[in-house]
């Protein structure tokens, strides 16, 4: 006969599962799928330059009153080639039209630039104004290739031609275009000669969803060095980066200076648990989930359930696991004393399992009578009949056993083996032949239950 499992087994496996490993003969537990938790989904924090769609006045003062946002720039800046003041009328329509959100009146008038002027410089202003009209409509797909047609003229001033180049590359990063993405933005860096946090954590971003990501961790670090007061998302990919590459030890360094600096930041301290788990630290994890509790961070019973099965993971893994097998019944009762933990099928269950992990078998019985009632099938029926007939309970154990059956079981071979065992405990040798020779006809249990009908038809017990 199969021995009883230490406890039903509580969720799926993580990646980081430690599947190999046993613990006095039994498959040792994977840990929770609740506590398995992913790093939080990343921010969107590709945030689009708006293009500095200003008025357009006398081209050699507004270039004259610019500063330089790229000095390091090699491009030679061109000539503003717009000296009709008629065609400068043109352009500072459209773009007043665009400021007021007339977009209609604003298309008109770029598109009459296009069609009439002969200057390169108010065509590319105009291109520009007509990207920015297919932004504001959500089309930004229709805005890239204007604003392509705008530098191909390479008629702009460094300032409106590298910000102009820059918000292409962001378009594409957002249609998920990612190679077209870093191509561009690769391009706004070399030719641009300007370092900019924004810009590398968009690099980094682009790495990162094309899997690059020790590239990613490059561009992010270098993000951070130029900007440190940056975004709480840029730390977040930065970390995502480290776990692409299975580098938990950098990855848990990001989150434990998270937690230092934000200790109540619920948030930040479910993903250093999750570095942790994803680092084969489970020891380090439930530390870190004992303090929140402690801390009054923990108030769902979600909380609480995930905290009491990282206990007994931890205590089913130890040479003695009562001391934490207790630990995590005291949680759930703590937080069903507290209205916390809702009576479940979960919460008792668990509540069960701790018990008898921890070897006090008649409060396991208690949790697991608990847990029945809100179960849809006869599992808990299964191990509570089990336990009886485990602790020679014969009479009670194969009622409980009939029962579970009635209400579905999934090892339904093994518990026919368990109710005839109880039979040939009670002499009852005609009820156990018949409970074997269903149990024979179970593939997990067929080739013990034929084992013990040929002793019974041998007129050996």
Known sequence: MQRMPAAAQLGGMCASDYASSSHRGQPRRPLPREVCMKVRSLLKFLLLLVLALTAVGAASARDDKNAPEYPNTKREQPKNDLRSEREQRMLQAGFNALNKN?????????????????SKYAKAMALRGLAQVQMNAGNNKAAVPLLQQSLDLNSLPNNDYFNTMLTIAQLQAQDEQWQPALATLQKWMTEGGKQSGDAYALEGNIYYRLNQYQNAVGAMKQALALKPDAPDSWNQLLMASYFGLNDYAEAAKLEEAVVAKNPNDKAAVKNLVSVYIQAKEPDKALKVMAAAKARGLYTSNDDYINLAKMYLYIGQNQDNPK???????????????????????????????????????????????????????????????????????????????????????????????????????????????????????????????????????????
């Open 102 to 118: 007339d977009d209609a009146k604003a298309t008109d008038e770029l598109n009459k630039v296009l069609k009439d002027s002969s």
């Open 323 to 461: 001391p934490d097998a207790l630990q995590a019944a005291g949680v759930v009762q703590d937080g069903l004393s507290k209205n916390i933990v809702t009576p479940s099928l979960e919460a008792y269950k668990l509540l069960g399992d701790a018990y008898y992990v921890a070897g006090e078998q008649d409060k396991a019985m208690s949790a697991w009578t608990k847990a029945s009632p809100y179960a849809k099938d006869g599992e808990m029926d299964f191990l509570r009949g089990q336990l009886l007939i485990q602790d020679q309970k014969f009479t009670e154990g194969r009622s409980l056993m009939q029962t579970a059956l009635k209400r579905g079981v999934k090892r339904v071979g093994a518990a026919w083996a368990l109710i005839g065992n109880a039979d040939l405990a009670l002499k009852d040798r005609k009820a156990a032949m018949a409970a074997f020779e269903k149990a024979a006809q179970d593939p997990e249990t067929h080739a013990a239950a034929e084992k013990v009908l040929k002793q019974l038809r041998g007129g050996r017990k």
